[in-house]
């Protein structure tokens, strides 16, 4: 098993900054790929950004792709997303979660944290 919580959501304007983080707990963090996922209201969950085991393959959505960025830090078993030049369409909760292989699905999933981007 594998716990994930996100932090550092919060209320900011079109055109800030914000880093999220997920914290896991459990099994050996680094034996993970992580991804982060957003759902805004009324719409479906959608893809952001995900990264490898070691943090040398990382992957974007279109939508974010020049503005946000993913890292992670096995030694601290956190994984974060920093947003650039947020738009009010960035608004959302934004999940992380962990797969055991990118591509076959991702099998933990934390709680999620509330994004907002005022315009």
């Known amino acids: 098993q594998v716990q994930l919580v996100e932090s550092g959501g919060g209320l900011v304007q079109a055109g800030d900054s914000l880093r999220i983080s997920c914290a896991a707990s459990g099994r050996t963090f680094s034996a993970y790929a992580m991804g982060w996922f957003r759902q805004a209201p009324g719409k479906e969950r959608e893809f952001v950004t995900a990264i490898n085991w070691s943090g040398g393959n990382t992957y974007y959505a279109d939508s974010v792709k020049g503005r946000f960025t993913i890292s992670r830090d096995n030694a601290k078993n956190t994984v974060y997303l920093q947003m650039n030049s947020l738009k009010p369409e960035d608004t959302g909760v934004y999940y992380c979660?962990?797969?055991?292989?990118?591509?076959?699905?991702?099998?933990?999933w934390g709680q999620g944290t509330q994004v907002t981007v005022s315009s």
């Open positions: 979660a962990a797969a055991t292989l990118l591509g076959h699905g991702y099998d933990y």
